[in-house]
């Protein structure tokens, strides 16, 4: 499933406890930590791509106080098809629940993936260039609040393939963003999104997934660092508020292979 990402190679990967390796030799050490990193130099913009290790503990400990676990459950319902790959897996939570295979930009992010599921594959990757996957070889891309091409998407899935996005919600985290900045302005995003798998994909099914919680001060700290990228303002803002009553929640959208006409 996995594709070499040399250069002008992109021959199947074999994976081992040590390494990934390619029939031409290229070969990519696993990590310390169990990530395999196919970043190429050239498809790295920063000497720190992706979330920072602060991002990435903040939304671990939010997924490790449940709640993620409406999306989750959501997606876990669909029974998509195998193999699943996770685009910008972040921290792993959905892989997880899915058995699944994730890439990340983020080597912060996939240190702890890989920690939390030292069985599962996890790969730094961008997700915004070539993917570092096989032509034809996926069941299904699942994307959490993470920008999938539709070309690449439409590339590496089976004819039969599925991709599934969920994005947040016009009311998500609502009594969050009226405490941090004053204002809970509604975020109409799933159309965009939508726009973006055209005309790669056919849209078929839609599903509005929201729970109604307090979050305690340090949970809603952890979502203000995830969302706001750690920006004091809104950070000190919501911490005078202390506990918080705000709306989770997601936009699902479950999408087919658009067949040719005629
Ligand atoms: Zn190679």
Redesign the pocket.
């Known amino acids: 499933m996995w594709a ?3 250069r002008n ?3 199947p ?1 074999t994976l081992d406890e040590r390494r990934a ?6 070969a990519f050490d696993r990590a310390r930590q169990g990530y395999i990193n196919l970043l190429q130099p050239q498809d790295r913009r920063s000497l720190q791509p992706g979330d920072s290790p602060e991002i990435v503990a903040a939304r671990a400990r939010h997924v490790a106080r449940g709640l993620t676990d409406p999306i989750l459950d959501a997606i876990v319902s669909l029974n998509l098809p195998g193999p699943i790959v996770d685009v910008g897996a972040g921290e792993g939570a959905l892989v997880r629940r899915l058995g699944a295979s994730g890439f990340d930009l983020s080597p912060a992010a996939m240190a702890t993936a890989a920690r939390t599921a030292p069985s599962l594959t996890f790969v730094v990757a961008n997700a915004d260039r070539r993917w570092p996957l096989l032509d034809g070889s996926v069941g299904s891309i699942t994307a959490v609040n993470a920008r999938v091409d539709g070309v690449e998407a439409r590339r590496v899935l089976r004819p039969d393939g599925r991709v599934v996005l969920a994005v947040a919600g016009t009311d998500d985290l609502d009594g969050l963003r009226t405490a941090a900045l004053g204002a809970a302005p509604d975020r109409p995003r799933l159309d965009g999104w939508v726009e973006r798998l055209r005309p790669h994909f056919e849209l078929q099914a839609t599903k509005h997934v929201a729970v109604r919680v307090t979050l305690d001060e340090a949970a809603a700290r952890d979502v203000l660092i995830a969302t706001w990228r750690g920006r004091h303002g809104p950070l000190s803002r919501a911490s005078e508020a202390g506990a918080i009553e705000t709306t989770l929640s997601w936009d699902l959208a479950v999408f087919a292979a658009a067949q040719p006409r005629g």
């Open positions: 070499c990402t040399v190679c992109g021959l990967l390796h390619c029939p031409s030799g290229h």
